[in-house]
């Protein structure tokens, strides 16, 4: 304990060296952000909480449960997603992924990819945990989905597979869109641990401090990495309306600490709120072996099509095929089965309350700072319900005029949301393969996604689509692939897929 109690000393006089010289040792485009929001009044809305990773026990939380915006923090689901493609052996640290003008397109921070060049997924991953480049977090995007929309959708069907009910992606980097990514301080300290739980391996990456790529060495933005005793992974992230935002772990020889600080007013005071925050908490974390079980995936089933080539006559099959990022049924995220949850049931976020963020010039800019997390493995996952994890009273209010501020900022002419479901029909021609249908159209578009992310180069430039149907009176939702010219082409397609266990058939479309 004594040890503990020094190396808490030690970690203030370090935070005041990293506030002293913040400024100096970052880029000038991190100076910038530091100075710009810090007059005017600027007060992003904050949350903050700090979880006991060894038995997921909140040990301070302040709006944990309120929507804010993630920014750059939304990387690391990103990486989440591309550690996947890593462990089932998709992907390798040398696979080349190809940057389109779309990627090498993206406002700063960027690497500066040029269109039509590649980088290996290895690099890939440095810069998007040093740099936090927006450039290369499409790139990752287009390569696994097909496109940024498709793996947006993967993205927050995972969030919901963790548990993380009140989270919403709609890019992979966290740069101003329309509508937001939208989150909570819970649902992030779930993706923390989650990340390091599936991904041990690959935790690694997320203490690198810099890295060579070319000519140039790539540094991070990592202010406590190394600073602060038992910070082993930091991603921070901002925009002007997010606030500076930082996910981070803690790791001594007997304790660990997950922890989430949003709306800092600048970097050096939320780097300052964060070590306040592992100073005060972790000698009230648990020391013994850890008692929570891992934070895993529901894995929900997946609908195949009818056995034959018959497009009206679809059914569910009794044996689903299970496939890689489905649609989540209810989240499996909890801590010891003996905590009774205490909190008030949380309902999802209401997607479709949620309406475009317009930042300004400046915010629009930049989301730069790297990541987090490192954590002990945990012992075998239990299938246990997600809200007594992290139980917590009421989450504090928000000041009413702070709400209101952010409402008008979201929703500015008090519209309604605009869904994804608004796509314009497809005008479909030539021969189409089916891969199931279901009575969810969500569920129809997770297929599609995740055959896009798996059989990328099988199905070429072939474009997803859902199609509506009624049959027997109950509504089903087709999920299919069109742009084969020729029937052999569709055929030759559905074989390589149930080479794979994937059913498929092809029908003229």
């Given amino acids: 304990m004594n040890s503990v109690w020094m190396g808490h000393r030690k970690t203030w006089a370090l935070i005041g060296i990293v506030a002293s010289v913040?400024?100096?040792?970052a880029s000038p485009a991190e100076a910038a952000?530091?100075?710009?929001?810090?007059?005017?009044?600027?007060?992003?809305?904050?949350?903050?909480?700090?979880?006991?990773?060894?038995?997921?026990?909140?040990?301070?939380?302040?709006?944990v449960d309120e929507p804010r915006?993630?920014?750059?923090?939304?990387?690391?689901?990103?990486?989440?997603?591309?550690?996947?493609?890593?462990?089932?052996?998709?992907?390798?640290?040398?696979?080349?992924?190809?940057?389109?003008?779309?990627?090498?397109?993206?406002?700063?921070?960027?690497?500066?990819?040029?269109?039509?060049?590649?980088?290996?997924?290895?690099?890939?991953?440095?810069?998007?945990?040093?740099?936090?480049?927006?450039?290369?977090?499409?790139?990752?995007?287009?390569?696994?989905?097909?496109?940024e929309d498709a793996f947006a959708r993967m993205m927050t069907r995972k969030a919901r597979e963790l548990g993380m009910s009140s989270t919403a992606f709609y890019n992979p980097h966290g740069l101003p869109h329309e509508p937001p990514n939208i989150t909570t301080a819970r649902d992030l300290s779930i993706l923390g641990r989650a990340i390091q739980d599936r991904f041990p391996k690959y935790f690694a990456y997320f203490q690198t401090q810099s890295f060579q790529y070319g000519s140039r060495t790539i540094r991070g933005h990592n202010r406590l990495l190394g600073k602060v005793e038992g910070v082993d992974g930091i991603k921070t992230g901002y925009t002007r309306l997010s606030g500076?935002?930082?996910?981070?772990?803690?790791?001594?020889?007997?304790?660990?600490?997950?922890?989430?600080?949003?709306?800092?007013?600048?970097?050096?005071?939320?780097?300052?709120?964060?070590?306040?925050?592992?100073?005060?908490?972790?000698?009230?974390?648990?020391a013994g072996a850890r008692t929570a079980p891992s934070v895993v995936e529901n894995q929900p089933s997946m609908v195949a099509e009818a056995p034959a080539p018959r497009p009206v006559e679809l059914a569910p099959v009794a044996a689903p095929v299970r496939v890689?990022?489905?649609?989540?049924?209810?989240?499996?995220?909890?801590?010891?089965?003996s905590t009774p949850p205490t909190a008030p049931e949380r309902k999802p976020l209401d997607l479709n309350t949620l309406r475009p963020v317009v930042a300004s010039a400046a915010g629009a800019s930049s989301t730069t700072t790297p990541s987090s997390v490192r954590w002990q493995k945990g012992p075998e996952p239990l299938p246990l319900n997600a809200q007594a994890y992290a139980a917590l009273p009421a989450p504090a209010q928000i000041p009413a005029a702070q709400k209101a501020a952010l409402q008008a900022k979201i929703d500015p002419k008090g519209e309604a949301s605009k869904s994804e479901a608004t796509e314009p029909k497809k005008t479909v021609s030539g021969w189409v393969i089916q891969l199931g249908a279901t009575d969810d159209e969500a569920k129809a578009k997770a297929m599609l996604d995740t055959a896009r992310g798996r059989f990328g180069k099988v199905l070429g430039k072939a474009s997803p689509f859902t199609e509506k149907v009624t049959v027997d009176g109950s509504t089903l939702y087709r999920a299919r692939?069109?742009?084969?010219?020729?029937?052999?082409?569709?055929?030759?397609?559905?074989k390589q897929l149930?080479?794979?266990?994937?059913?498929?058939?092809?029908?003229?479309?």
């Fill in 22 to 25: 913040a400024v100096a040792v």
């Fill in 481 to 494: 692939f069109s742009g084969f010219s020729e029937s052999n082409d569709a055929a030759n397609a559905c």
């Fill in 498 to 509: 149930k080479k794979s266990g994937v059913n498929c058939f092809a029908a003229r479309g």
């Fill in 244 to 286: 500076f935002n930082l996910l981070t772990s803690v790791n001594t020889d007997s304790r660990s600490l997950v922890a989430v600080v949003l709306g800092g007013r600048s970097g050096a005071s939320r780097d300052q709120k964060m070590a306040s925050l592992i100073q005060s908490q972790l000698p009230r974390a648990y």
């Fill in 33 to 63: 952000r530091r100075a710009k929001p810090s007059g005017g009044g600027y007060s992003p809305l904050s949350a903050s909480i700090v979880v006991d990773a060894k038995t997921g026990k909140i040990l301070q939380g302040e709006n």
């Fill in 324 to 337: 890689a990022s489905a649609t989540p049924q209810a989240p499996v995220v909890q801590a010891q089965a």
């Fill in 69 to 147: 915006i993630p920014a750059s923090l939304t990387k690391v689901m990103s990486l989440y997603l591309l550690f996947e493609q890593l462990e089932r052996g998709r992907m390798r640290g040398d696979t080349p992924l190809t940057v389109s003008a779309y990627a090498a397109s993206q406002p700063p921070t960027k690497l500066g990819l040029r269109p039509g060049s590649t980088i290996e997924v290895d690099d890939a991953i440095k810069a998007m945990v040093t740099l936090s480049a927006n450039d290369v977090s499409v790139v990752v995007a287009e390569n696994i989905a097909g496109s």
